[in-house]
């Protein structure tokens, strides 16, 4: 069972939530052809799915839709936070959570990235910083955060030829949009997938690379490929926090042991 914020208060004192989701996402272009929204429509809906899997008490809380675009600075369609506010954010809601008894907290940062693994974040990067210091600072709680994208990476690379030149706007954010909401997705622009490695990204702004805000191939693009990508980066979700919730609950009930 899944709660959200249309429950009421009695709800949640009759059937209390094991875990929480907190999806992140970010305001920003996604070239000619997609939403400023891209990203919130698909976390959205990644955590939704999610939720309803995972075999916790799970509440799902609505979907933060402002994180840090920083590489779009200037760029229309670009709103982005500063880091000590999405700290705070991240802070702030997992602190709220613990006090009303929800220990078990999974942040879904945004969507990732198949071109990294799950111990770099792409996009929101101080919410890994964050994770790790509430984590230290709270007895008690267990923070985690996965970007979906990043967890089922290798599904993706077998569903898109491109997958290790999608990096923004590509075919797989067109292919999922296209699934999801067909109606904001609009003529298909021309493939621009620049021979760098994204990690130059964490150094200049995006628009000397990809002066469109797209670097992937969006012409590869299909509905069917959408929902196939949906699916594998759900279930890929929800096997990461299932894995990890009930690995740190071990590791945790053994240092506790240790020190009794």
Request: hydrophobic fraction near 40%; include cysteine; aromatic fraction near 8%.
């Amino acid at each position: 069972m899944i709660l959200t914020s249309k429950d009421s208060a009695w709800d949640f004192k009759e059937n209390p939530p094991h875990v929480a989701i907190l999806p992140l996402a970010c305001l920003e272009p996604h070239g000619t052809h997609l939403p400023v929204g891209t990203d919130q429509f698909i976390v959205t809906e990644i955590a939704q799915q999610a939720a309803e899997l995972l075999s916790f008490q799970t509440f799902l809380l609505p979907t933060w839709p402002l994180g840090l675009s920083m590489q779009h600075t200037g760029q229309a369609g670009t709103f982005s936070l500063g880091f000590e506010t999405l700290w705070a954010v991240v802070r702030d809601i997992v602190l709220a959570l613990h006090e009303h008894d929800i220990h078990h907290v999974a942040i879904i940062n945004n969507h990732g990235s198949p071109t990294t693994s799950t111990a770099r974040p792409i996009g929101n990067f101080i919410v890994k910083t964050a994770v790790r210091q509430l984590n230290y600072e709270t007895p008690g709680l267990t923070a985690i955060w996965v970007q979906p994208f990043s967890a089922g990476r290798e599904a993706l690379k077998e569903l898109f030829s491109s997958a290790d030149q999608d990096i923004h706007a590509g075919a797989i954010e067109t292919s999922i949009l296209m699934h999801l909401t067909p109606v904001l997705v609009g003529p298909l622009p021309h493939d621009h997938a620049p021979e760098f490695r994204s990690v130059w990204m964490d150094n200049t702004h995006s628009f000397p690379i990809a002066p469109d805000e797209i670097w992937g191939k969006p012409g590869e693009s299909t509905a069917e490929k959408g929902k196939q990508a949906l699916d594998a980066v759900v279930n890929a979700t929800v096997e990461y926090i299932e894995h990890s919730f009930t690995q740190l609950d071990q590791i945790k009930g053994s240092l506790s042991n240790d020190r009794t």
